[in-house]
Nanobody
Framework: QVQLVESGGGLVQAGGSLRLSCAAS????????MAWFRQAPGKEREFAAY????????VYADSVKGRYTISLDNAMNTVLLQMNSLKPEDTAVYYC????????????????????WGQGTQVTVSS
């Protein structure tokens, strides 16, 4: 089992920045990739960013490309999401997700492609 704990959410004005962290513990040696999803009020959860743990390849949703950066802190078993130039439409609960090699054939944009999820952290961007 893998446990994921997010932190770093909060309230920020439009144009500001926040950095989210997701700390992984447990059987982390089996992890293949990690991602951030988000769910805005009244909307379905959507993919935001993905990183492959070996090699560091990253992928972003068009809505966040150029503003968000996903990265790894291997020493701390942590995945980070640096969010810049935030907009009110970025307001959502942000979830960290992880998957093993066994799920790596599924689309990285799909929720079903991940075995482990964090509890989420709220990000609110005021206009």
């Amino acid at each position: 089992q893998v446990q994921l704990v997010e932190s770093g959410g909060g309230l920020v004005q439009a144009g500001g920045s926040l950095r989210l962290s997701c700390a992984a513990s447990g059987r982390t040696l089996n992890m293949y990739g990690m991602a951030w999803f988000r769910q805005a009020p009244g909307k379905e959860r959507e993919f935001a960013a993905y990183i492959v743990l070996t090699g560091g390849r990253t992928v972003y949703a068009d809505s966040v490309k150029g503003r968000y950066t996903i990265s790894l802190d291997n020493a701390m078993n942590t995945v980070l999401l640096q969010m810049n130039s935030l907009k009110p439409e970025d307001t959502a609960v942000y979830y960290c997700a992880a998957r093993t090699l066994g799920s790596s054939t599924y689309p990285y944009t799909a929720e079903y492609g991940y075995e482990y999820w964090g509890q989420g952290t709220q990000v609110t961007v005021s206009s």
